[in-house]
């Protein structure tokens, strides 16, 4: 009996454990992305932005800076924006959920794609 329950520990170590290192190596691997992403930036986003995906996003970027920081559905936004585009990730207790690269769609609008 003792012999079953260690192996079902390891057993569960070993489902659980790759989880985790993926998680740690996704929000590593997002901020190489967003350092990779050099171009001046050539629009500001800071303010509240209404999206259908998340409702609305918060975000805040300073006058002359390309970084970006905020909030939205329930997630802390970090981004950059890199000429006419924002490279944002979506983290949720340090885990990437989501990243996205968003272009102006013409006033007051961004449009683009984002993946899990």
Not at 13 to 28: G, Q
Not at 96 to 108: F, H, Q, T
């Amino acid at each position: 009996m003792k012999r079953l329950a260690i192996t079902a520990i390891l057993l569960l170590l070993c489902i659980s454990l790759p989880v985790s290192l993926t998680a740690a190596k996704v929000e590593v691997e997002g901020k190489a992305w967003l350092d990779a992403q050099k171009d001046p930036a050539a629009i500001n986003v800071n303010g509240a932005w209404n999206s259908d995906e998340w409702g609305v996003l918060h975000l805040l970027q300073a006058e002359g800076s390309r970084e970006v920081s905020g909030n939205g559905g329930g997630d802390q936004i970090t981004g950059v924006v890199s000429g006419q585009r924002l490279f944002m990730l979506f983290a949720n207790n340090h885990t990437v959920e989501y990243c996205a690269v968003l272009s102006p769609n013409g006033d007051n609008s961004l449009m683009g794609t984002y993946s899990d």
